[in-house]
T-cell receptor
Framework: AQTVTQSQPEMSVQEAETVTLSCTYD???????LFWYKQPPSRQMILVIR??????QNATENRFSVNFQKAAKSFSLKISDSQLGDAAMYFC?????????????FGEGTQLTVNP | EAQVTQNPRYLITVTGKKLTVTCSQN?????MSWYRQDPGLGLRQIYY???????DKGDVPEGYKVSRKEKRNFPLILESPSPNQTSLYFC?????????????FGPGTRLTVL
């Protein structure tokens, strides 16, 4: 079974600085996607960024980028120029295509605080 | 607007009183799924459906039922709710079609069982 681990329950960053959230996963599948979802106090799950495993290039979305290390099964999220609106719970998630279709497996989450 | 909707958004009920949480998507997605979120556990899949009339259990299916009679709707049924089902519930959908893809989430339903 696939597992996703986020070893940082809480992180904090100063406004305008850069922060990196860590995520590791375990899988035996070769075709899979990795995601970072953001959950603000509204509780809505918002897709931040996704990475297809077959792509060597790291995904980037404006101030958000990932460091995808496939051999090490590591998938970290870097937030540059942090803003107050980035404060939220961040979940790393995995989806493959096994017998249960496109199931998302989530990590435990990292609570990010942005200090003014 | 492409979206997943859930109703109700908030619900307080008592033990044993049957309830249904509705989920609907307007993106013609094949794959739909229910998750529950509990502190320190992330989100865990309850049930999923790969197409109309095709449903199966996820990681935590005990105490829940689902149905998929139409492609756009995937209701979650709690026939005899218990306090340990107090949680935040999310419905999600994706295109599927035989490969992993992005799942889009509804706004969540906060359920309290007294």
């Amino acid at each position: 079974a696939q597992t996703v681990t986020q070893s940082q329950p809480e992180m904090s960053v100063q406004e305008a600085e850069t922060v990196t959230l860590s995520c590791t996963y375990d899988t035996s599948e070769s075709d899979y996607y990795l995601f970072w979802y953001k959950q603000p106090p509204s509780r809505q799950m918002i897709l931040v960024i996704r990475q297809e495993a077959y792509k060597q290039q790291n995904a980037t979305e404006n101030r958000f980028s990932v460091n995808f290390q496939k051999a090490a099964k590591s998938f970290s999220l870097k937030i540059s120029d942090s803003q107050l609106g980035d404060a939220a719970m961040y979940f790393c998630a995995y989806t493959g295509w096994g017998t249960s279709g496109s199931r998302l497996t989530f990590g435990e989450g990292t609570q990010l605080t942005v200090n003014p | 607007e492409a979206q997943v909707t859930q109703n109700p958004r908030y619900l307080i009920t008592v033990t044993g009183k049957k309830l249904t949480v509705t989920c609907s998507q307007n993106m013609n997605h094949e794959y739909m799924s229910w998750y529950r979120q509990d502190p320190g556990l992330g989100l865990r899949q309850i049930y999923y459906s790969m197409n109309v009339e095709v449903t199966d259990k996820g990681d935590v299916p005990e105490g829940y039922k689902v149905s998929r009679k139409e492609k756009r709707n995937f209701p979650l049924i709690l026939e005899s709710p218990s306090p340990n089902q107090t949680s935040l519930y999310f419905c999600a959908s994706s295109i599927a079609r035989g490969s992993p893809d992005t799942q889009y989430f509804g706004p969540g339903t906060r359920l309290t069982v007294l």
